[in-house]
C-alpha cells in the first residue's frame, strides 16, 4: 500500500502503474532526505524522514509552474528470502510493505 500526497494505491500492479503514470508525465525531480531513522529487527524494519519534493508536470514545462512541497514519509519493509535454497543469515531483499507520504502542516 502506498499513501502519496493525493494517492493512495494498494497492490503491486496498482502502484506499478501509478509509478509510471507519474514518471510518464513529470520531469526535472528533484528529491532530498533531511532526517532519516530507520530501525531493523531481523525480518522487518521501519522508517521515517523529512524529504524535501519537486518536480514539474509536463503540462506545466511552457508556463515554468514547479510543484515543491516539504513531506514526511513513513513506512515499513519486509525482508523476502527467494526459493528453497534462500540463505537463512538474514540477507535475502528487502521489499515495501507500505508507504505513507503526507505534506508537513503550514502554520
Known sequence: MKFGISERLDGYEEIENGL???T???TDW???SHDLVVTERERTAWFGDDV???WTALEDVDEGVRHEFTTR???CLERHE???RAP???TGDWRFVSMHVSVAREL
Open 24 to 26: 510518464e508525465t513529470t
Open 82 to 84: 527467494h526459493g528453497s
Open 73 to 75: 514519509w513513513s513506512g
Open 88 to 90: 537463512s543469515d538474514g
Open 52 to 54: 524535501r519534493m519537486a
Open 30 to 32: 528533484t528529491v532530498e
Open 20 to 22: 509510471c503514470e507519474q
